[in-house]
Nanobody
Framework: QVQLVESGGGLVQPGGSLRLSCAASGSIFSDYDMRWYRQAPGMEREKERDLVAFISSGGGKTMYASSVRGRFTISRDNAKNTVFLQMNSLKPEDTAVYYC?????????WGKGTLVTVSS
């Protein structure tokens, strides 16, 4: 079992920055690839979550959705069991609940999400 807790969301103006964190516990963090997803307001089903960024278990490989490439950076600190999402140049269309997910050992786990609102 892996427990995930996201933090760092909030209200930010267009062009601003936020740094999301996802703290993991309950298993060996470095065994899991980590992903950030987001779900726009009004979307209710889990399948309506969009993959934003991915980082491999050792941190050596990252991937980004085209909509955030060049603005968002995913990173992880395996010693602190935490994955981060640095979000710069935020746009109103980035408004969503952001979820982290751990994938490994044939299972996937989700946090409860943190809300990011980009508005003036």
């Amino acid at each position: 079992q892996v427990q995930l807790v996201e933090s760092g969301g909030g209200l930010v103006q267009p062009g601003g920055s936020l740094r999301l964190s996802c703290a993991a516990s309950g298993s060996i963090f470095s065994d899991y690839d980590m992903r950030w997803y987001r779900q726009a307001p009004g979307m209710e089903r889990e399948k309506e979550r969009d993959l934003v960024a991915f980082i491999s278990s050792g941190g050596g490989k990252t991937m980004y959705a085209s909509s955030v490439r060049g603005r968002f950076t995913i990173s992880r600190d395996n010693a602190k069991n935490t994955v981060f999402l640095q979000m710069n140049s935020l746009k109103p269309e980035d408004t969503a609940v952001y979820y982290c997910s751990a994938v490994g050992r044939g299972r996937s786990y989700w946090g409860k999400g943190t809300l990011v609102t980009v508005s003036s």
